[in-house]
């Protein structure tokens, strides 16, 4: 069980505490920014949905059951930020819908800003505006891609506040 638990925490929803210290780093120049800003969703239209709208647990089984993933591949991406086989397209596909079903992507494939803020599951906005940039290929890609990216800042910024207190 333990392991299910760390996969839920590094995965998303509710959980600011962990995800607390990713921080993202400005982009000094602008290219692609049209491009990045027609990945995200009108906050106008998208609602936010609150912690007690849904169970990751829930939402796990779900989406587990359309694109089942092994746990190998979920220690990976909580040990690395990326998947050992980044061909499979199955466990890409499970990211989207859990990416989905939490609110941070709708249903169109544009990313929820505000939700992945009031869930904590970035610390801030420019997070998210510099992931959009790994946002390619299919709609399972580019769900899979914008999680590596966040998974990744947040094991770095971890391992880096982790050597300040040495």
């Excluded at 709208?53 to 359309?66: A, F, L, M």
């Excluded at 397209?89 to 990416?99: H, T, V, Y």
Aim: charged share 25%.
């Amino acid at each position: 069980m333990k392991l299910f638990e760390y996969f839920t925490l590094l995965l998303l929803i509710g959980l600011a505490a962990l995800l607390d210290t990713v921080s993202g780093c400005s982009m000094a120049n602008n290219d692609g920014a049209e491009q990045r800003g027609s990945l995200l969703a009108d906050p106008s239209t998208v609602p936010v949905r609150s912690l007690k709208d849904y169970s990751v647990e829930d939402i796990y089984t779900e989406c587990n059951k359309t694109f089942a993933i092994s746990m190998d591949y979920l220690n990976e991406l909580n040990d690395t930020g990326s998947f050992p086989d980044e061909t499979d397209k199955s466990p890409m596909c499970f990211i989207r819908c859990f990416l989905q079903k939490g609110g941070i992507v709708t249903e169109d494939d544009k990313v929820n800003k505000e939700q992945a803020l009031a869930v904590g599951w970035v610390r801030n906005g420019e997070t998210i505006d510099d992931c959009l940039q790994e946002m390619t290929g299919n709609a399972c890609e580019r769900s899979y891609y914008l999680m590596r990216c966040v998974s990744t800042r947040h094991l770095v910024e971890g391992r880096s506040k982790d050597n300040r207190k040495r």
